[in-house]
Every structure is written in C-alpha cells, then in structure tokens.
C-alpha cells in the first residue's frame, strides 16, 4: 500500500476513555488508521489488539496544552474531542478540560484542515448554574464559530460495561443497605447505549451526518433516577431501601466529600445542580430527525445490555439465582 491510498487518519483525543474506546473500536473495525491522544499512553495499550498490526498507534497529549494538541492533529484527516470530566481536580477544571481544550482542539483541527466530531452532553448550556454544563455549552458555541462544519453529539447518560453510572450504584448496593434518591429521583434519564454512540461518531467519519448540526443522543426509554435505581437492584437481585435526599443536603455532602483527597467525591455540588432538570432528548431535536433514529442507528434497550456486566454486583455473582435477592 502506498502513501497516496492509505485509510484516512483520525486523531481521537480521549480515546482511552470510556466512550472513546468504543469510538476506536468502531473506527477499527472500519479500517481507520487510528491516532489515540492521551495524557498517558503508557496506559493505553490494551486498545492495540483493537485494530490490526500498525492501524492504532498512541501520541502523549494534554488539553491544558496547545502544543501538544497541535502535534496530536497533525496530518489528521478528521478529529475526534471525546475528553470530559464530571468533576474537577487539581489542574483538571472545567474550564480548563472543556471549554479552552475544546476551542483549542477545534482551533487544531482548522489550521490542519481536518474535519471535526465533538462529544458533548445533554444539559450543554452556556447560561446553566452547573459549571460542568456552561462549560459543555460555551465550548459549542466556541468550536462552532471556529469550524461551523463540526459535528457535535449531546448523548443523555451513557451506560456500558465501563459506565460511571450503573456501576456506581451497583457498587453501592454492595456497601450499602440504603441508597440516595437525590431530589426525591424524579429527574429523568433516557440512557443510551455507549456503541449507539460510538456508531454516530464513526457514521460522522464517515461523512454520512450532516455537518454543522448539534445531535442529541437517547436512547428508546426515559426513565426517572427512581426508574433507573430500581432497573439496577433488579439486574443485580438486590432489595435496598431508596431514601429520597433533598437536593440542599446533598449539595453538602458533595461539599465535604469534596474536601477529602485523593477519593472521588460520590457526588459534587455541581452535580447536584444537574440532576434539578431532565436529561432527555428535546422535542426540536426529535422534530427535526438530530437523533440516533434520525441517523438510522436503532437505540439500544438498557435491559438488554444490563445483565451483561451489572452480574458481577449479584451477591453470588453469575450463581445468584433470579428469584432471590440480598
């Protein structure tokens, strides 16, 4: 193969992460050569048996830092922004991460001449009290009057095998004979499966999204925080107690958990701010097909996935019979 017919190279910041793996995934299986930008590499080569010999290869990168954002795109075909955080630590702000690193990955994705996909989240709002939301909205606005042609997906939670949501709360079922029910658990969720999304991302690579479009990602249910806790402790054949918190005490729980180092706080202030409203695809992004359905990809059911990786939380594990519960 020569240099002028090789596969298109796509830088995927990120791609160690949760979502972004199954971006890689997906881009392998579609002969992508892949670049995965990451602050550590060293701890990203269980991606490698992903592709084939030579497709994914690995480049140190921080969005906190220009250069190496730079060095990341250079000689990219597209460009992939998977990196977010749900909480601030040290260095690693809100600001920092999502909004400069999103309008610095843009800006890199211009100058190199690449085409750009970028993750954002259901709840993006440039005027939201959640710092992790204005930040998520003010890098929208920022990256699309830098590259109006940007792809940006806004998925609702996200589950899978490595999720931070599900297996939270499965986690805690184990611990815990109680869990919370912040804001009485009526916010509402429509969870949405991370290869529904990975599959969006790598449509977009593709060119089979229509550029310069914001897509909000849900999956076929919506379900309140209740809905979600009780799906959980079935799937896991569990009977703990779901005690509603008010949002006021949990902010200050998030508050003090917050001050202990080096432990992830099991929820922030800023977090509490978000779980005040749904987190559900809106009725002009159904309207106008910028939905999974909307790109033909069909939304995955949560109970069908569940099983597959929630097992491990039962009290026997895969020996915990149906038709009993902790």
Known sequence: MTLANLPPLVTVFGGSGFIGRHVVRALAKRGYRI???????????????????????????????????????????????????????????????????????????????????????????????SNYGRTKGRAEAAILSIKPDTVIFRPSIVFGPEDSFFNKFADMARMFPVLPL?????????????????????????????????????????????????????????????????????????SIASLVPFITPPITPDQVKLLKHDNVVSREAEAEGRTLKGLGIAPTMATSVLDSYLVQYRPHGQYTGSGKAA
Not at 204 to 210: H, I
């Open 35 to 129: 670049r995965v930008a990451v602050r550590r590499p060293d701890l990203a080569g269980f991606l490698q048996p992903l592709g084939n010999v030579g497709q994914i290869s690995f480049v140190q990168a921080n969005l906190r830092y220009r250069n190496s954002i730079d060095r990341a795109v250079e000689g990219a075909d597209h460009v992939i922004n998977c990196v977010g955080i749900l909480f601030e630590s040290g260095r690693n702000t809100f600001d920092a991460v999502q909004e400069f690193g999103g309008r610095a990955v843009a800006e890199a994705a211009r100058n190199a001449g690449a085409t750009l996909t970028h993750l954002s989240a259901i709840g993006a709002n440039s005027s939201s009290q």
């Open 182 to 254: 912040v804001g009485g658990g009526k916010t509402k969720f429509q969870p949405v499966y991370v290869e529904d999304v990975a599959e969006a991302v790598a449509r977009a690579v593709d060119g089979k999204v229509e550029p310069g479009k914001v897509y909000e990602l849900g999956g076929p249910e919506v379900l309140t925080f209740r809905e979600c806790l009780e799906t959980m402790l079935k799937v896991t054949v569990r009977k703990n107690r779901l005690v509603s918190l008010p949002f006021g005490i949990a902010s200050m729980i998030g």
